[in-house]
């Protein structure tokens, strides 16, 4: 099993940046893909960003494209969310999940972390 845990949500005003962190136990992640999902209230939950497991290839939504940047550390088994240029719309709780096991399936997922962009 796995577990993650994602950290560094909060509350900031639009145009700042946050950096988010998912830090995985119970065994390596680092040949596995993980990825950043997202879900605003009332929504469904939306993909942001997924890293292949040596962080060489990275995909992201057109949403966050240029202004967020997906990376990892696998000798800490985390994965990190730069979020730059934030907007209100960016608003949401945010999920890690690691191993893909199809398009946007995968069989670990974080609790969430909340962030909050202020107009």
């Known amino acids: 099993q796995v577990q993650l845990v994602e950290s560094g949500g909060g509350l900031v005003q639009a145009g700042d940046s946050l950096r988010l962190s998912c830090t995985a136990s119970g065994r390596t992640v680092s040949g596995n893909t993980m990825a950043w999902f997202r879900q605003a209230p009332g929504k469904e939950r939306e993909f942001v960003a997924r890293i292949n497991r040596n962080g060489l290839v990275t995909y992201y939504s057109d949403s966050v494209k240029g202004r967020f940047t997906i990376s990892r550390d696998n000798a800490k088994n985390t994965a990190f969310l730069q979020m730059n240029m934030l907007k209100p719309e960016d608003t949401a709780v945010y999920y890690c999940?690691?191993?893909?096991?199809?398009?946007?399936?995968?069989?670990?997922w974080g609790q969430g972390t909340q962030v909050t962009v202020s107009s």
């Open positions: 999940a690691a191993v893909q096991t199809s398009a946007d399936l995968y069989a670990y």
